[in-house]
């Protein structure tokens, strides 16, 4: 092996060794919002939004008729017929996302079945 091969390979060894540390200082870090552009408007202690309220009247009945019928409640069937509902924007009626994004800020997300997470 030549002496430039070797300086090549040892550049990039310590180069992968430096990445990995940084993704290791990273991943203890525990994030409640996640930005594309630029920091929430909500901080980092994020409880809910400005355009919900808490004090709103909890309860009440769900009712929903769909014509059709049904075979499986799972939604990724290849033969058959799910219930309806199921799989929908948002995750359906059963399904819920990971994160939610924000109404009120175009590239915001929060965790939705999460306090927080870590990447």
Same mark, same amino acid.
């Given at each position: 092996m030549t002496?430039? =091969? $070797? =300086?090549?390979? $040892?550049?990039? @060894?310590? @180069?992968? @060794?430096f990445a990995s540390s940084l993704q290791a200082s990273f991943a203890d870090e525990w994030h409640t919002t996640?930005?594309?552009?630029? %920091?929430? #408007?909500?901080?980092?202690? $994020? &409880? =809910?939004?400005?355009?919900v309220n808490p004090d709103a009247p909890k309860g009440g009945t769900y009712n929903s008729v769909v014509t059709g019928t049904f075979d499986s409640f799972n939604p990724y069937i290849v033969q058959g017929s799910p219930a309806a509902g199921l799989v929908g924007f948002g995750g359906?009626?059963?399904? *819920? +996302?990971?994160? *939610? &994004?924000? +109404? *009120?800020?175009?590239?915001?997300?929060? %965790?939705?079945? @999460? *306090?927080?997470? #870590?990447?």
């Open positions: 002496v430039g =091969r $070797f =300086r090549t390979l $040892f550049v990039s @060894a310590l @180069a992968l @060794a996640s930005s594309l552009i630029g %920091p929430s #408007k909500y901080g980092e202690n $994020f &409880q =809910r939004y400005d355009y359906g009626l059963l399904y *819920d +996302t990971l994160m *939610d &994004q924000a +109404t *009120d800020e175009g590239s915001v997300s929060h %965790p939705l079945v @999460a *306090d927080a997470y #870590k990447y």
